[in-house]
């Protein structure tokens, strides 16, 4: 199971974790990943300034805007899950 977390502290809050989940879990229902992946929010990761953070298995993601998801979840997630 890979572990991908959304940090929804209030600095990646405000620069729109929500939105980042709400997508992420969309992408990963339309490609039937819910096995695989386990999607969760996460307190601050200590990088308020660059976020929003995700945090996919040991791997920090800073700087994820809502049109920047599909790119990460494309290049960090897809890849490590089976076909
Ligand atoms: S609020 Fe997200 S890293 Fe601090």
Redesign the pocket.
């Known amino acids: 199971m890979l572990a991908v977390t959304v940090?929804?502290?209030?600095?990646?809050?405000l620069?729109g974790?929500a939105e980042v989940i709400r997508i992420l879990k969309d992408l990963i229902a339309a490609y039937g990943l819910e096995d695989q992946v386990a999607l969760a929010g996460?307190?601050?990761?200590?990088?308020?300034?660059?976020?929003?953070?995700v945090r996919v298995g040991d791997e920090l993601i800073?700087g994820v805007s809502r049109d920047k998801v599909f790119e990460l979840f494309q290049q960090k997630i897809l890849g490590r899950c089976r076909a």
């Open positions: 940090c929804v502290g209030s600095a990646c809050h620069k974790s996460a307190f601050c990761q200590g990088h308020c300034t660059e976020g929003v953070v800073t």
